[in-house]
C-alpha cells in the first residue's frame, strides 16, 4: 500500500500543477500540495471508499450533497494560508475520491446548449476543471484506455477543433487518469 500511496499523492501534487499551469497561475508550493495530497490519503483511510461495483452492478449516478462536501474539503485544506484559491480543485478532488462509482456515463461532456455549443468542450470551462471536459466520477476514465479515450472524445467532439488540439492536456488529462485508477485500486483492497 506504500507504493500506492505514492501514486496517489504524485498523482494530486501533477493534477494541481496542471491545473495551475492551465489557469494562468502560479503554481502552489510542494508543501501545500503535498500536505492537501496527504490529508485527503488519510480521509480515504480513516472514511474508506465506495467500493468497486460488482460485475453486473451498474451503479448510480450521483452527486455529492454540498454538506457532505464542505467539511471533507475544510479538512484537505486546513493548516494552508492561501486556501482560497485551492477550494475549486479541492473540491473537486474530494469527489473524484469519494463519489460513488457507477457504469454509464451522464454524457454532460458532450451536452449542447441552445445555441449549439457545448461548455464542457470550451477552454474556458473544461480549465476550471480537474477532469477536463469529462466529470470527476466518469466510467470512462475507468473503463478505456488513453487512446479509446481520446479517439472516443474526438469523435464526439462539436468544440472548436483547434482549441482541442491546443489544450487536448487539459481536455483530457492523464494525470486525472492516473488518480481515478490509484483510487480504485485503494477502493478495491479488502479493509
Not at 501533477?14 to 502552489?28: G, H, I, K
Not at 474539503?73 to 473524484?96: E, N, S, W
Not at 470550451?122 to 487512446?147: F, M, N
Amino acid at each position: 500500500m506504500a507504493d500506492e500511496r505514492i501514486i496517489f499523492l504524485q498523482s494530486v501534487q501533477c493534477v494541481l500543477d496542471r491545473y495551475a499551469r492551465q489557469n494562468d497561475r502560479a503554481p502552489w508550493s510542494a508543501a501545500d500540495t503535498a500536505a492537501i495530497g496527504g490529508r485527503l490519503w488519510t480521509l480515504m483511510a480513516e472514511r474508506g471508499l465506495p467500493p468497486p461495483l460488482a460485475p453486473c452492478d451498474m451503479g448510480i449516478p450521483g452527486e455529492m450533497l454540498p454538506e457532505e462536501v464542505a467539511p471533507l474539503v475544510a479538512r484537505v485544506l486546513d493548516g494552508i494560508a492561501d486556501a482560497a484559491p485551492l477550494a475549486t480543485p479541492a473540491r473537486q478532488l474530494v469527489k473524484a475520491c469519494f463519489q460513488p462509482e457507477f457504469r454509464k456515463c451522464r454524457d454532460s461532456f458532450r451536452e449542447v446548449e441552445p445555441d449549439g455549443s457545448c461548455r464542457r468542450q470550451q477552454w474556458k470551462k473544461a480549465r476550471e476543471r480537474i477532469s477536463g471536459s469529462h466529470c470527476v466520477d466518469c466510467p470512462y476514465w475507468l473503463s478505456l484506455t488513453p487512446a479509446q479515450h481520446e479517439a472516443f472524445l474526438a469523435k464526439a467532439w462539436i468544440g472548436d477543433s483547434a482549441q482541442w488540439v491546443a489544450h487536448r492536456y487539459g481536455f483530457l488529462p492523464e494525470d486525472f487518469r492516473t488518480l481515478r485508477q490509484s483510487v480504485r485500486r485503494v477502493a478495491a483492497k479488502p479493509r
